[in-house]
């Protein structure tokens, strides 16, 4: 199978066919900052139903929340956001571009090879002020993870849910983070949406070892549930010195992009640092109570987190294919992107055979009766059928719908799969159930 070996005939791809934009590309560009085009929000939107219906509506111990970007600067203070969110930072004496510390190449600039500045702290929290007054006292951050509007809403979900440990809060939202080399296109970016489940348990080393390990499993099997091989995920455990500041435990779900094996998830244990902290600060007693003992605890936290973004990336780069001859060999190229039918963005494209009216009429009908049930599906009669073919291959959509002369006299139509290339005859009225069925609608 033709693999992809660099990120570039995927960005191309991605911006020919309304997946993924440059943001600003008028102004020249917004560094590390991507529009999702008319076809890649379907992805993304895609993704994140896929997300929700596993692990809050198919589950009975997951709540969903939705909190705001914007939260109190004592948020950030209190999670130890604020002093321990940095990246150590160069800058290179001759050409002046920044980069990490871990970027160096022998202690010199990856771009020119000179002599860089002491490192300083940088903190990646992008900065503003609630109101019109720009100093201290309405300072507060654009939020750099999810994870905290789920912690300090913690009692609240108390209060009014009526929930016994062990539960969990789901949230998808989107993140900020200042990078200071973003790369490897949505890789690493400065604006990305995360999917985050803070899932509350005993506070101790028994269940927070047997609940670690079963949300590093789960979380896998997601992955590979969604269409990654599992030959391009690793495991990779944190090593003591590179714990975050909330973390007992962290373990990487790695994927093997273009560019090299590279964070796609991960999962951690966080204790009960954030709820005790939080607790701390505020002065509010966020403690669970145990009916069954009599007894208040913090809970402890383990941490399944994902980039949505990144997550989008690696399908694309486990579903492009490049053949330079074509599929059977001996043809012109052609590129097929591969996603599961759930994701998506077309689930059928409804083809005459050629534009004649009779065909186009027909085909037209049944596009008509079929988006009312299936929403995004797409209609095309400009150019040879293949090539039309070839068009819904290169954006992954699963089946199309060829209308023929035949079509006029037996009510029947050809359906050809993506994956396969394999076509079936059957009749019209069956096209919606088949699709369903197929696609698990």
């Known amino acids: 199978m033709p693999e992809l070996s660099s990120l570039e005939p995927l960005i191309e791809l991605a911006k020919k066919r309304g997946i993924i934009f440059q943001s600003s590309e008028i102004y020249g560009g917004a560094g590390g900052i991507y529009d999702w085009g008319p076809l890649g929000v379907e992805i993304k939107n895609n993704l994140k139903r896929f997300f929700w219906k596993r692990f809050v509506h198919q589950r009975d111990d997951i709540l969903g929340i939705d909190s705001d970007i914007l939260m109190s600067r004592a948020v950030w203070q209190a999670s130890g956001h604020e002093s321990n969110f940095v990246d150590l930072m160069v800058e290179c004496k001759k050409c002046h571009q920044r980069f990490k510390i871990d970027e160096l190449e022998n202690d010199r600039c990856p771009a020119c090879k000179n002599e860089v500045t002491a490192p300083k702290q940088f903190n990646l929290m992008f900065k503003t002020f609630f109101g019109p007054i720009e100093d201290a006292g309405h300072q507060t951050f654009l939020r750099p993870e999810t994870a905290q509007g789920m912690f300090v809403n913690f009692k609240n979900v108390l209060d009014t849910m009526r929930v016994k440990i062990p539960f969990g809060l789901a949230q998808i939202g989107k993140a900020f983070r200042n990078e200071i080399t973003p790369k490897n296109f949505i890789f690493r970016s400065r604006e990305f949406e995360q999917g985050e489940i803070e899932y509350f348990i005993k506070p101790n080393k028994v269940e927070g070892d047997k609940w670690f390990k079963y949300w590093v499993a789960e979380w896998k099997k997601f992955f590979i549930d969604l269409g990654l091989s599992e030959a391009n995920l690793r495991l990779r455990p944190h090593k003591k010195e590179e714990l975050s500041h909330y973390s007992k435990a962290t373990t990487d779900i790695e994927y093997k992009f273009p560019f090299g094996w590279a964070e796609l998830a991960g999962v951690a244990n966080r204790t009960d640092f954030d709820l005790n902290r939080h607790s701390q600060v505020s002065g509010k007693d966020l403690q669970y109570f145990d009916d069954a003992t009599g007894k208040k605890y913090f809970p402890w936290v383990i941490e399944p987190t994902l980039g949505i973004d990144r997550m989008i990336l690696a399908l694309l780069c486990e579903g492009f294919q490049d053949y330079p001859e074509g599929r059977s060999g001996k043809g012109e190229k052609e590129i097929v992107l591969k996603l599961k039918p759930v994701l998506a963005p077309y689930k059928i494209a409804v083809l005459p055979l050629v534009k004649k009216e ?40 699963p089946y199309c719908v060829t209308v023929d002369f035949d079509s006029l006299e037996d009510h029947k139509v050809t359906i050809r799969n993506l994956e396969s290339m394999k076509q079936e005859r059957i009749e019209i009225e069956k096209i919606l159930s088949f699709i369903r069925k197929k696609v698990r609608w």
């Open 358 to 397: 009779k065909l186009t009429h027909l085909a037209k009908k049944i596009y008509l009766d079929l988006k009312k049930n299936l929403g995004n599906i797409f209609y095309d009669e400009t150019a040879s059928v293949g090539r039309r073919y070839r068009r819904q291959d290169e954006i992954g959509t």
